[in-house]
Structure formats: C-alpha cells, structure tokens
C-alpha cells in the first residue's frame, strides 16, 4: 500500500493514528536540529517532521538531502502542530515521521512548482508535466473534468446519445485550412481531419438518432491568432424533428445549469438580439453586455454642418465612456493614437468631454455649437462626466474599429468583471457573406445552414439579404457557441452549392454521400456546437483557453514538449509512397 491517506486529507480527527503518505517534495526546511518536509500530492500539501528528540539520526540525515521534487513514501503518527497555518486544510496536523522510503529521484525541476513560478510560458509549455503539479494549472483541468462532466450528465438526463464519429475523413467545410492525413493502402489520397463533425451528424439524425452530442476534437489549421488552438474541443450537438426555439431553449437550459452548477449563479432567461441589431448597437456579433456604452448613431444630426470629414462617411458612430471627462491631454492624444493603430485603423477620433456643469468641449467645437453637442449626448446616453468618442468612414469598418475601443476602455475600466456573466442569443445572422478580396459570396455558418423560410428565392437578387436560421451563443463578448436549422432536402442543399460557387459534378464529389441521404427520409433537423475550452476558460473567470488544456500548442502550433510536427523518416515516406519537394 503506498498510502493510506492523500496529502490534502488530514485533519485534527486524525491526531495520534500512525498514517502512510507518498507524494512529492514540494520543499525542506533544515533548522538543524529540526527538519520540515512539505509533501505534496493533487490533493493538497501535509507538513512532515523529524527532528533530533523524536528521530533517528540516519532518517533525519536522509530527510536532509532530499531533493525538491523526489518522490517519497512516508509512514509516521500524526501530531498536533505547534505553529498552526490557517490557509491550508491541514494547517493543524503534521506528521512525525518514523520511515521514508525514496520512490524516485528528480533532477532539480527548471522552474519553481509554486502558485507564483519563475518559470516564463515556453519553460512551462515544454516541461508542461511539471507544470501540471502546479495549483493553477493543476485546478483548471480539475474545473474542466467538473465542466464536462456537467455537461454530460445534463445531456444524458435530457435523452441525448453521446455518439462519436470518425477523425480519418474529408473536407467538411467550416471556413478553415484541413489538416490532412496521407493514406497508406490508398495510394496518393489523403484524409482530412474533420474540422467539426458536421456532416455526420446531420447523418446521424437521418439515421434517426434524434438527440445526438460528442464532446470531440476538431481541427483547423488557421493562423493562430492569440488564444486559438490547432486542435481544440466542441460539446457538437444536434436534434431531428425540432425548429430553433426548441434548440435555443435546450442549450439555454444546458448553459443555465452549467452556470448554476458550477459557478452558483442563476440567471433567469438571456436575451436575444438579432444579427442587426448587435452590429448596429455593439459593432459587434458577439457584443459584452456586461456594460452599456451602446452606439449611438450620429449621421443625422452630425452631417450637413461645415465639417466635411463627417458629411463624407458613410457612418458617424460615437458612444460615451462613462467618468473619462476627466482624461487629460495626454490621456486623450494616447486614445487617438490607440484607434489609429493598424490593429484598429481608424483615421482619427473626434472627441466631447461632458463636462460636470452640463457644457461641453470638443476637438470639433469649431464646426458644433453647445446645442449640437447636447444632441450628441442625447444619442450617446452620454451623462455629465463622460466622454463621448466619435468615428467616422466606411459603416463596416467604423463599427468594427468603435467596438474594439469600446471593448478596450471597458478593460481598462474595469467594467468586464471576470465573476459576472451575462450570456445572450444573437439570432437572424446572415445566410451569405461577402468576401470583399474574390467578390465572392461565402457560406456566413456554413453550406448546410437553411435560410429562413420564404427567402430562397432572395439568393438570386439579394444574396447578401438573405437570413438564415443560424444564432449564436454570447457569453460576456465571446462566440461559445453556433449553430442553424439546416437544410433537409436534396434541391435547397443543391441551390445552396450552386450559390457558393460548386459546379454541380463539386457538389457531388464533396458532398455527393449528404445529397444521397437527403433522399431517404431526412427529417428535419438542426444543432449547435459548444467551442468547450472557451466555455469552460470564461466560466473559469479567465480568458485564455491554453491554460485550460493539458498540452496546448504554441502560437506556431507546435507542442515544445514532443516537439511535434517533425520530420518523418525516409522508410515512412516510401511506406506512404511520397517524395518531399518543399517549395519555398
Ligand atoms: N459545425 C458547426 C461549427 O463547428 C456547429 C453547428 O452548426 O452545429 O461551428
């Protein structure tokens, strides 16, 4: 038996049993006559003692060289502690040891297994196992193990059949690179990993599994813009016989339980906000309503005076940050600049302080009288004390570039608070989007999504007006999860390839096996899928879903652990019938 107790469980109760312990050395204080060992498991850290009085001198010498990190197995009573430590469950006890065996040995660890280590993220990231027996690290798999296994329970209860699908297959269109696979026995093909598991599935509920989820891998090989993984986890979902009230009113409850049950939160109903309406109040389609400084539009009352910046946009947008009257100068000209940076690409910002005795003073003060200026408040909902901050240009890129200051001031305000969450729909999303670079139309969810009733003929005249049955879940400013209605007969999916651009012989080699079930008795049917390492970092009260996967990949998608992707050897090569020629 290597132990009879964890190191997190001893408690006063305990005091005078004889107890077994293995764990590690997280630490030793030598006092000469007296050494203290902290052993530490996943459970929590007990205090070991030996010392002169009550100790052999051989044991005590060999608690003396032990090493940071050894693992060790102890047998001793446990005893009352003289100098008490509140901040840990087994802050009264500690235990008098009478034998200690080294299980192993450890090189000095490169970093500190504290809370706070030295260690910087790419130490870290390569002795990650290291950094798993850290608390935070440690805590975070533990949280997401209690994340998943919510989910699931929820699911189960609610007659869902955890169903998985295979990773060796081809293209599902998600918008992403594929990440692809050579095929040994088929000479030359390749497999591609699923990117989502979307057409399976859709298959699924043609096969008449009618409440389906995968907690599943999915793979993407994009740029890894910060915080996004190579590989990464979706709780995939779908349902037969069901319009989108019904799924949104299932991930609801799914999203509200999850609230409940792990953070005690209780939130009643989440608002809903269509597509439109989110982009013209946040700028966004994943807009933070944890706080205001909603848009307000301006054209109105803000062209047609002497300031042609203005009279030549087609957008003037402001919203009021609230208390930032006060900013100074230099405060100011940083903001400009902020907003002038590529990232964000605005031109310039005009700017109203609102000030405490109700006047107003402007960079444009030239061009707006005090009237004027008390209009603009009035659209802002801006209060004496506020600043309101103003863009103008193009209506796509001006509420692009005025959401990410809003989202950046309310950083800095500290008006995104880590333990408040406010979750909301966003409904009505477009069925197309417009790729401005080929003049293209693409799918804005993907090719299966269906368009809301009575609007295909639209796709012909006004493909860009076309809405869709797609939404998405909000929580606090992130995407956590998407999903539509899709579409369920053979001729509407064909229409819908037709208008993304397939030749009908495309249509057929990639998506010939969902066109032929659409014609066995396809009920109808839709989904969503969960993007599970966001939701369980924003449920974590953090905001970066690596610190919540055991071996994330770095921002160039390597794993520095295993050092992965590498080479392969001439002999795999030739097993697989290829020759490399690297282009440069
Ligand atoms: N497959 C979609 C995605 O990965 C989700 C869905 O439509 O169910 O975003």
New binding site residues.
């Given amino acids: 038996m290597y132990r009879s107790h964890s190191c997190g469980e001893l408690r006063e109760s305990h005091i005078g049993q004889t107890v077994t312990l293995s764990g590690w050395v997280a630490k030793t204080r030598d006092k000469g006559f007296v050494v203290w060992v902290d052993l530490r498991d996943r459970y929590g850290i007990t205090q070991l003692v030996l010392d002169e009085d009550r100790t052999s001198a051989t044991l005590l010498e060999q608690a003396r060289n032990l090493g940071r990190e050894f693992v060790i197995q102890i047998k001793g009573e446990v005893i009352e502690r003289a100098s008490k430590n509140a901040n840990i469950s087994t802050g009264n006890i500690e235990v008098l040891v009478s034998e200690l065996t080294i299980l192993n040995e450890s090189k000095t660890p490169p970093f500190t297994i504290e809370n706070e280590t030295d260690g910087g993220e790419d130490l870290r990231m390569k002795y990650r196992y290291l950094d798993i027996r850290r608390n935070p690290v440690k805590n975070n798999l533990i949280f997401r193990s209690k994340v998943t296994m919510e989910v699931r329970k929820f699911l189960s209860g609610q007659g869902f059949i955890e169903v998985e699908t295979p990773y060796l297959i081809k293209s599902t269109p998600?918008g992403a690179r594929d990440f692809v696979v050579p095929s040994r026995m088929n000479e030359g093909q390749f497999y591609a990993l699923p990117?989502?598991?979307?057409t399976f599935?859709q298959l699924l509920m043609v096969g008449g599994m009618d409440k389906y989820f995968q907690i599943v891998k999915?793979f993407r090989d994009e740029d890894l813009r910060a915080d996004r993984q190579p590989e990464f986890t979706?709780i995939?979902?779908?349902m037969a016989f069901v319009e989108q009230e019904d799924i949104l009113n299932v991930f609801e409850d799914l999203t509200k339980y999850l609230l409940k049950e792990v953070n005690g939160v209780e939130i009643d109903s989440f608002p809903r906000m269509t597509y439109d309406d989110a982009m013209a109040k946040y700028g966004n389609d994943k807009p933070d309503i944890r706080f205001g400084m909603e848009f307000g539009e301006l054209n109105t009352i803000a062209q047609h005076k002497e300031f042609s910046v203005f009279n030549d946009a087609e957008l003037v947008v402001g919203i009021a940050v609230p208390s930032a009257a006060e900013y100074t100068r230099k405060e100011l000209d940083a903001l400009v600049d902020w907003v002038k940076r590529p990232q964000v690409g605005a031109k310039g910002m005009v700017y109203v302080k609102c000030n405490a005795d109700g006047s107003f003073k402007s960079t444009v003060d030239k061009f707006y009288d005090q009237e004027d200026l008390a209009k603009w408040a009035e659209v802002t909902g801006a209060q004496p004390g506020d600043l309101i901050c103003v863009l103008s240009g193009d209506a796509n890129k001006t509420r692009t570039q005025l959401s990410a200051l809003r989202m950046e001031l309310a950083t800095r305000l500290g008006l995104r608070k880590s333990n408040e969450f406010a979750p909301l729909w966003v409904v009505d999303f477009p069925l197309l989007e417009l790729d401005e670079e080929t003049g293209h139309y693409h799918a804005m969810?993907?090719p299966?999504?269906s368009p809301k009733p009575g609007q295909l003929e639209l796709l012909d005249s006004d493909p860009g007006a076309v809405r869709a049955n797609a939404y998405d879940l909000v929580l606090n400013g992130n995407e956590i999860g998407?999903?539509?209605i899709r579409i369920h007969d053979k001729d509407t999916q064909a229409t819908m390839f037709k208008h993304l651009g397939f030749t009908p012989e495309e249509a057929k080699a990639q998506f010939g096996f969902l066109m032929d079930a659409f014609q066995y008795g396809a009920p109808p049917h839709g989904?969503?899928?969960f993007g599970l390492d966001r939701l369980v970092a924003i449920l974590g009260g953090q905001e970066t879903i690596r610190d919540f996967i055991a071996f994330p990949k770095n921002n160039s998608g390597r794993d520095v652990m295993i050092d992965a992707p590498a080479a392969i050897d001439a002999a795999q090569l030739k097993e697989l019938n290829l020759k490399l020629d690297i282009q440069d």
């Fill in positions: 998600e990117q989502s598991p979307q599935k999915c979706q995939d979902c779908e969810h993907h299966f999504t998407g999903g539509s989904g969503l899928a």
